[in-house]
């Protein structure tokens, strides 16, 4: 089960309440990057209480079309296979949140005779100076822009799309690790200064440098940031990257049979492999790429 992943679909908006609660259930079997959901219809129309495996199916179905989920391979089971899913972290962020524009509303109690109605707050009493302002982690209100002081030099467009860019990031990354401590960071690191652009294409040219790689070579996101390395891929010159090497380190990958690194590969990246006549669309689906 990943907490983090529950807690963060949890405070986004899917569409309806069918759509979220299998959203869920299928985050409490997933890992912290999303991946490894391989659950039973059946046993998750039963759990949840719904009419059909086919209702299931057919939301689990419309995820797929939204791009919030994706198939990433298929799993042995008793009754033939399983279909594996993978939540992507980028879709999540990507959606609306629950809380937006969820301003406390304030609490009044009537008054005696004609008196006007008064507004009463939590703290303060009679002219005690203005309660400190709402601060408090549960409070509703949410921040969505760094905060910084009015006569501060602004380094960000004021029209940057902050959920756009986590994006374009999630999207980008090879290995998204905690989806809040990189939100936090990729705040923190804007915040700093440093430029959006500079960040994505760092996050791609990492991805280029790991293809191939375990992901357990590969840092989490939230580190990477935290260590600043886009600054590294960025500064130094990097020479051309050649689309032929890539397509044979994947097919490479594809016929060595790895399942556990074969199921990240998406059906268009594999399409590429065998338009190149690299591999063999029985190899992809040998490897657990479901075409």
């Known amino acids: 089960m990943s907490i983090e992943l529950y807690s963060l679909i949890r405070r986004r908006s899917v569409g309806s309440p069918t759509k979220k609660s299998i959203l869920l259930y299928m985050a409490d079997a997933a890992s912290d990057d999303g991946s490894g959901i391989w659950v039973s219809k059946g046993n998750m129309a039963a759990d949840l209480e719904m009419k059909s495996k086919r209702t299931v199916q057919t939301h689990v179905s419309e995820l797929v079309a939204a791009g919030i989920v994706f198939e990433v391979g298929q799993r042995k089971c008793r009754n033939g296979f399983t279909v594996e899913y993978r939540i992507d972290l980028g879709a999540v962020l990507s959606l609306p949140s629950t809380r937006a524009g969820n301003a ?142 890539i397509l044979k380190a994947r097919a490479k990958t594809i016929l060595e049979g790895k399942t556990f690194i074969c199921r990240h590969i998406t059906a268009a990246s594999a399409g590429e492999c065998i338009t190149a006549q690299l591999v063999t669309v029985e190899q992809c689906r040998t490897a657990g790429i479901n075409l």
């Not at 304030?106 to 009679?126: R, S």
């Not at 002081?149 to 902050?162: I, M, R, S, V």
């Not at 790991?210 to 260590?227: A, D, F, M, V």
């Open 104 to 245: 406390p509303v304030p609490q009044h109690i009537a008054g005696a005779g004609n008196a006007p109605v008064q507004e009463m707050h939590p703290t303060g009493a009679g002219n005690a100076p203005l309660p400190v302002q709402e601060m408090h982690p549960n409070h509703p209100f949410n921040h969505y822009r760094t905060l910084c002081p009015a006569d501060a030099d602004h380094t960000q467009d004021l029209d940057f799309d902050f959920q756009e860019f986590i994006s374009k990031f999630s999207s980008a990354y090879p290995r998204m690790g905690d989806a809040e401590k990189t939100e936090d960071e990729l705040r923190t690191a804007l915040g700093e200064g440093a430029d959006p652009q500079e960040m994505l294409a760092g996050a791609k040219a990492y991805a280029v440098e790991q293809e191939g790689n375990k992901p357990r070579y590969i840092l989490y996101s939230e580190n990477w940031l935290k260590q600043k390395r886009w600054r590294q891929l960025v500064t130094k010159p990097k020479e051309p990257v050649d689309p032929k090497k």
